[in-house]
């Protein structure tokens, strides 16, 4: 059983009163410090940061993205492959720069990378202006650990513990300004894929409560933001932690039936557990929008097993069907590793046909990274670096195809888009379309956070563009 502890309110209430204890300090100076929030990887740590930079809020700082103007540096790191990894030292590396021409600036690491002991080594020897590393599961003592870090102490600060996970609410949050929000259902991991280092980085699964996520959702709506993106490393496994009758259906079905005039989207669900009852809330759910990130990983069932995913090929096709026999125009968007250790080019071959096969309207492809502590860093990998990087290059190339011809028929539509943002020029705009594709289009800035009706009038394999329909509301 993973043993997994409340924080308790005396806790949080400790954190708290450090927070206006700093805020009180920081009031007394010329000017508030600036901090400078710099985020790797995914979704989860954009909502941390979030968090981070919410508890930094509380504090008194104000914000900048420029590092040299800033009073501390967070760096928010990631571990799931060691490209990230690599990018995120590298960037550190550059900051010994900064902070010489800036004294008394301070370089905070946290993060998945961090949580690692021996990335911990690493920045103990060899980033010597680093000042605090904090782990994953020190978020919510962020604020005493900064404190410490900030009044006179001996040596630089490591805090980490390496535990299943703790559960807590009622941190700060500080979005960005927008039209889409971040909300984290759940945390951590209990599928352990062989090849993946979030199980050990982040934890077991931790659900929030559901009376939490609709608070938050309803004060999101609140705010004016039109999306809700639910985040959670499976989100169909939310609330089998909690005991009660609370599924990640269920939740689909509450938030739906929130009022407002917003869109619901989730990321990312493990195909093992995505259930029948999953794509029929999809369908009869008018807010949840028409899209499914669904990640096979591999196309073989070798290779499944391999990676301890628990399910096979036609497991996977059956899923895709059954979702497109109720949602005809669902876009399903994948994951898919090549070179996973042992992986034939037989076996690189079945991931191809079913690329061909099931036409992804979008596919992250990853070369196999090695991770220190999982199954598979220890499993023989004969293939040779250039043979995973030619079949990697064969395998973007198909999906180029599958990709042009899928954007290519939404050609001559109508879809009802929600304009997100400034485009790259002055007078273009950026929208998405319930499938979550990428639309350019011309219009003014006042636009951002309507839903409009739009025609789709060309296409690329990576956006589409389109003129709208309505000019007025
Ligand atoms: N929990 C999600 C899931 O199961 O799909 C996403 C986890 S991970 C942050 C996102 C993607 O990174 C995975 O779907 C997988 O394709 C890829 N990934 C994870 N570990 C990897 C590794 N060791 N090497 C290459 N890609 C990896
Ligand atoms: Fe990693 Fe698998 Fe968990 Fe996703 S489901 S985070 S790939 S262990």
Not at 45 to 62: F, K, P, V
Not at 77 to 100: F, I, P, Q, Y
Not at 257 to 273: C, N, Q, V, W, Y
Not at 399 to 418: D, F
Request: charged share 30%.
């Amino acid at each position: 059983m993973p043993q997994i502890r409340t924080v308790t309110e005396e806790e949080l209430a400790r954190q708290r009163e450090i927070m206006a204890r700093r805020r009180e300090k920081n009031a007394g100076l010329p000017a508030p410090p600036l901090a400078w929030v710099d985020t790797y990887g995914c979704q989860q740590n954009e909502a941390d940061s979030e968090t981070i930079r919410g508890m930094l809020r509380e504090m008194g700082y104000g914000f900048t993205e420029a590092e040299g103007e800033a009073d501390l540096i967070v760096v928010n790191t990631c571990a799931v492959r060691g490209h990230a990894e690599l990018r995120a030292l590298g960037n550190v590396g550059a900051l010994s720069h900064t902070k010489r021409a800036k004294p008394g600036q301070r370089i905070a690491l946290c993060g998945c990378m961090v949580q690692q002991a021996h990335m911990r080594e690493k920045i103990k020897s060899s980033y010597p202006y680093v000042d605090l590393v904090f782990g994953t599961h020190e978020l919510w003592r962020f604020p005493e650990l900064l404190d410490r870090m900030l009044e006179p102490h001996k040596g630089r600060l490591f805090e980490a513990r390496d535990i299943d996970g703790e559960r807590y609410e009622g941190l700060p949050v500080l979005r960005k300004e927008g039209v889409r929000a971040w909300l984290p259902i759940m945390s951590g991991c209990n599928n352990f894929c062989s090849y993946c280092i979030v199980p050990y980085v982040r934890g077991r699964e931790r659900s929030r409560a559901p009376e939490t996520v609709l608070a938050e959702a309803k004060q999101i709506l609140s705010e004016g933001f039109k999306e809700i993106y639910l985040l959670g490393q499976n989100v169909n496994s939310y609330g089998k932690d909690l005991g009660g009758r609370e599924d990640f259906p269920w939740l689909l079905r509450e938030l739906n039936a929130l009022e407002g005039d917003f869109i619901l989207r989730f990321m990312t669900s493990h195909p093992k557990d995505a259930s029948r009852e999953l794509f029929d809330t999809m369908a009869a759910c008018d807010k949840v929008e028409r899209h499914i990130h669904l990640p096979f990983q591999s196309g073989n069932d070798r290779v499944l097993r391999a990676m301890n995913r628990g399910y096979t090929g036609d497991v996977y096709r059956e899923k895709a069907a059954y979702a497109r026999s109720l949602m005809p125009d669902i876009a399903i968007t994948s994951d898919v590793i090549v070179g996973f250790p042992g992986e034939t080019e037989a076996e690189f071959e079945d991931t191809l046909r079913l690329v061909e096969e099931l036409g992804f309207d979008m596919l992250f492809t990853f070369l196999y990274s090695p991770r220190v502590g999982t199954p598979a860093a220890a499993l023989p990998d004969p293939a040779t670096k250039e043979e995973k990087q030619a079949r990697f290059d064969r395998l973007l190339a198909a999906q180029n195809e599958v990709s042009c011809r899928m954007q290519a028929a939404h050609v001559g539509k109508t879809y009802r888009i929600l304009i997100d943002g400034e485009g790259d020029k002055p007078g273009r705009l950026t929208a998405r379309s319930s499938h979550n594709r990428l639309i350019h289009l011309e219009g003014d800035v006042s636009l951002i956070g309507s839903f409009r009706e739009a025609e789709i009038t060309g296409s690329t394999t990576w956006s589409l563009s389109a003129v709208l329909k309505d000019k007025e509301e």
